[in-house]
């Protein structure tokens, strides 16, 4: 059975840093694109970050874009979220997702595997 297991998510003050976790398990996710979606209570899920099966290139949310870091270890079969100097807004379900190309992308659409996902709450 293919999963995705969030780990990391809590309860934070604005400022404060935190680094979600995602295990894969079932198949390896070494070849394929990596990503992490939100989803906040009344709004649609959005795109937070991706990263290419190597790790050479990351997209990144304008919201996000200087405090969030992706990145991948394929040895560990493991995505990492570094996410730094929270906001309130940062409050979310924080998904994390696997592909079926080597490419990454911003489209929830690119992404077949989905983790249950982990809760941030940003407290201000």
């Known amino acids: 059975q293919v999963q995705l297991v969030e780990s990391g998510g809590g309860l934070v003050q604005a400022g404060d840093s935190l680094r979600l976790s995602c295990a894969g398990s079932g198949r390896t996710f070494s070849s394929v694109a990596m990503g992490w979606f939100r989803q906040a209570p009344g709004k649609e899920r959005e795109f937070v970050a991706s990263?290419?099966?190597?790790?050479?290139?990351?997209y990144y949310a304008d919201s996000v874009k200087d405090r969030f870091t992706i990145s991948r270890d394929n040895a560990k079969n493991t995505l990492f979220l570094q996410m730094n100097s929270l906001k309130p807004e940062d409050t979310a379900v924080y998904h994390c997702?696997?592909?079926?190309?080597?490419?990454?992308?911003?489209?929830?659409?690119?992404?077949?595997?989905w983790g249950q996902g982990t809760q941030v709450t940003v407290s201000s």
């Open positions: 997702a696997a592909g079926l190309s080597m490419g990454g992308s911003t489209s929830p659409d690119a992404f077949y595997y």
């Open positions: 990263i290419s099966w190597g790790g050479g290139h990351t």
